[in-house]
């Protein structure tokens, strides 16, 4: 059996720097640090931060007043801030620039007159983030059926926002969907995808025009641009699980299959799709071919709460 290994796979630029700033505030300030939301989603990740100090709650009202609060990458609404100043919290913010772009392009359409469409899946930490940047000036679509469907009052500009790490195919049906409905829908100029989203799935779409079996992505089931990936290979036809790591790999998934592809998730670190691929051998792996459809090179940098001048980067 061969192994073609997806790349760009793994952490991205955002995840990479919201892991750093965990590690960094815990070397500055000493632990506990508390960091509301999973910092990303990946259960690996949140453990091993668990264990060098971090203390994952849920809301700023579980940290005690004074302490130091790190806000996860996905990013939070408006009012999640105030509560923290309203708490005396020392807030150090690891939102990713990319998502935060959209809460800021959110605030911006509303108050040119738009109401924005926000294409995204319910009860998703960076979706709540960004429908609290937009003031009520937003409605949810979910879904092509609820592009069709969905009751949406009579504006004069619709301007059509979506979440960062959705399936690009669907995104593009919905939208389509819109402007059937609407006619005319705005868009920003740049695109809310990320490049890192953009790029795990063209490369899970190359291996599948390579003819592998199976697909197996590595990520935890509550992340966004993990569980796209799988759908990805779905759609082509191509049998796919999502996998927290080695230890969900079932032997029965094997027979008959000559290349299976990998691949991690933006918030999955490197050392478990290595895990996973030791672990393969045990099921016939033997070689392992790169499939490598773009470069990486995005830098963002860290709060200047922390340094003024390490940088780090992703892919
Ligand atoms: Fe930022 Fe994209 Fe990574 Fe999310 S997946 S943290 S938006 S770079």
Known sequence: MKVLLANPRCYCAGVQRAVRIVELAIERFGKPVYVRKEIVHNRFVVNRLEEIGAVFVEENSEVPAGEVVIFSAHGVAPVVFDEANGRSLKVIDATCPLVNKVHQEAARYVEQGYHILLIG????????GTLGHAAG????????????????????????????????????EIVTALRERFGSVDQPPGKDICYATQNRQDAVKEMCSRGIDLLLVV???????????????????????????????????????????????????????????????????????????????????LPDELTRDELVSGG
């Not at 319910?122 to 709540?128: F, I, L, Q, S």
């Open 137 to 172: 000036n937003i409605t949810l679509i979910e879904d092509i059926d609820q592009a069709r469907t969905k009751e949406i009052g009579a504006y004069q500009k619709l301007m059509v926002l979506t979440q960062t790490t959705l399936s690009l195919d669907d995104t593009e």
């Open 121 to 128: 899946r319910a009860g998703h930490e960076e979706v709540n």
């Open 219 to 301: 990520g935890s089931p509550n992340s966004s641009n993990a569980a796209r990936l799988t759908e990805v290979g779905r759609v082509r036809k191509v049998r796919g699980f999502l996998i927290d790591n080695e230890t969900d790999l079932n032997p029965g998934w094997f027979a008959g299959v000559q290349t299976v592809g990998v691949t991690g998730g933006a918030s999955t670190p490197e050392e478990v799709v290595d895990k996973v691929i030791e672990r393969l051998r045990d099921f016939g792996a033997t070689d392992v071919e790169i499939c490598q459809t773009a470069e990486e090179n995005t830098v963002f940098r």
